[in-house]
């Protein structure tokens, strides 16, 4: 699996590196921590800092939702890896405003530690209040009734986008986290696996799957999911990603969501349309409405091919967050 890198213990540092010359209108690498990234545009109206961060290789997550209407700062783990909590706490320092910083990560063993290391010694160490609110949207990963216990994959998106918008509102830490809480539980995300990725360290595929075969419910990073067999036409793979979904959260006519068919890597945006398209057809069936639609990569796993759908249950609320605009490097909604 060929690679454009140079020396593979490198490729994070080099990845950033040439981030923040790309992006240098919107983006500072802090002194401190050179894994610590910071906006250079913020709201007015904003108070609470929004930090956001996770393992490398998915981009644009995270680093590319850094920037107006979104994160305030991200720190940069290894790939596939948490950030450890030196970059973490870097980024909190930088933004906060004193009325606290908001912590959004996947579920995660690494970054819960992290994170959670971070945050206290945020608390104790600078005297900033820090809340975390973590991504639970895989229905794949655990029952409904452990919810929990659930990964964060492309729903992470929503989340950083209502919390983002809800501290440009200028809302306090509590009510910022109350729409991060809100978004991720009404969040839901199913994925199919095509093909591996392979790490440069390794270069070695990251599971074993057949040519003709798909795996429903595989995570980002690999892990395995719940059910592997044919590879089946686009239509028919829609059809059991919302299945899954609409078990796990039943929608009812005359709701709204906002509804994300995210790419894995390698996956060309001629089939996402393709399986945007019968996700729209299911819905429309069902009298749900689609309020606003994103198709492409917006949380990849390297080159991993294959697709996930996450559907957000949309109240009055959520939609102005989901309305709100957006100016980052990697993603603008105007």
Known sequence: MKKLVNSPVDVVEEMIEGYVMAHSDYMSQLPTNKRSLVTKKTDKNRKVGVLIGGGSGHEPGFMGYVGQGMADGVAVGNIFA?????????????????????FLFGNYAGDVMNFGMAAESADLEEDIEVRKALGT???????????????????????FKATGAAADFGYELNDVMRVAEKANAQTR??????????LPQTGEPSFEIGDDEMEIGLGHHGEPGIEKGKLESADRVAERLVQDILADEP????????????????????????????????????GIS???????????????GGCSVTIMKLDEELKQTVDHPVDCPMFVQR
């Open 82 to 102: 948490s950030p450890s909590p030196d970059p973490i706490l870097e980024v909190t320092k930088s933004i906060d405003q004193g009325s606290g910083v908001a």
């Open 137 to 159: 949207d895989d229905v794949a990963s655990a029952p409904k009734e452990e919810k929990e216990k659930r990964r964060g994959i492309a729903g992470e998106f929503f989340i």
């Open 189 to 198: 995300s199913m994925g199919v696996g095509l093909t591996p990725c392979s």
């Open 251 to 286: 929608l009812t006519g005359g709701d709204e969501v906002a509804v994300l068919v995210n790419g894995l890597g390698s996956t060309p945006r001629m089939e996402l349309y393709i399986v945007y398209r019968r996700v729209q057809q299911l819905l429309n069936e069902l």
């Open 290 to 304: 689609i309020y606003r639609s994103y198709v492409g990569d917006y949380i990849t796993s390297l080159e991993m």
